[in-house]
């Protein structure tokens, strides 16, 4: 069954610095989901990814999609406390279905 | 909208207890799926409905667990008897009728935090 590991686990930045989360599939990926959780609260979705090569970017946060390395990157440029959170990437089970898979989370910390 | 409800937002209570939790989706939303989120297994799939019907039950742990969506505005996903192992965030989402993107987008609800004493 579809996999998908997020690195790293945790991460502390001091704010105004970049930073890059990673997901990568165990198998073909058939497009990919990233959403941010506060502690307490639902999924907020960000952005999907459907095409191989696909960069997409909302305000400071820029994700892409590199199909042939079944991966994607979530990059946030100049953080701020605001980014603090969980990420998590989500994908779909297997090609056209219904079912999304996330990977664990990846647990982003911005210090002032 | 006031987007996809769940209730309760917490329930505490004791092992071999029926515990109930409830989700309102999105109107107009015609997929609605129930996740369970742990620590330790991060975010599952226990089951998803598609125009009311129940599509794919394989993620449900085991027969202790039921869910039902009787209508297109409610579903609800049960435990009888619970067991301390159950305790995690319970999380209803949704998704529109209209797939023809080949998206598709869920909208989370709060969650529902159990601790099974």
């Known amino acids: 069954s579809q996999e998908l590991e997020q690195s790293p686990q945790s991460l502390i930045v001091q704010e105004g610095k970049n930073l890059t989360i990673n997901c990568t599939s165990s198998k073909t990926l058939y497009g990919l989901y990233w959403y941010k959780q506060k502690y307490g609260e639902g999924l907020i979705f960000l952005m999907m990814l459907q095409k191989g090569g696909e960069e997409k970017s909302h305000e400071k946060i820029t994700a892409k999609l590199d199909e042939k390395k079944q991966q994607s990157s979530l990059h946030i440029t100049a953080s701020q406390p605001s980014h603090a959170g969980i990420y998590l990437c989500?994908?779909?089970?297997?090609?056209?279905?219904?079912?999304?898979?996330f990977g664990k989370g990846t647990k982003l910390t911005v210090n002032p | 909208d006031a987007g996809v409800i769940q209730s309760p937002r917490h329930e505490v209570t004791e092992m071999g207890q029926e515990v109930t939790l409830r989700c309102k989706p999105i109107s107009g939303h015609n997929s609605l799926f129930w996740y369970r989120q742990t620590m330790m297994r991060g975010l599952e799939l226990l089951i998803y409905?598609?125009?009311?019907?129940?599509?794919?039950d394989s993620g449900m742990p085991e027969d202790r667990f039921s869910a039902k969506m009787p209508n297109a505005s409610f579903s609800t996903l049960k435990i009888q008897p619970s067991e301390p192992r159950d305790s995690a965030v319970y999380f209803c989402?949704?998704?529109?009728?209209?797939?023809?993107?080949?998206?598709?987008?869920?909208?989370f609800g709060a969650g529902s935090r159990l601790t099974v004493l």
């Open positions: 989500g994908a779909p089970s297997q090609g056209g279905s219904e079912k999304l898979v």
């Open positions: 989402a949704t998704t529109p009728r209209d797939k023809s993107s080949g998206a598709n987008v869920l909208t």
């Open positions: 409905f598609n125009n009311n019907v129940p599509i794919d």
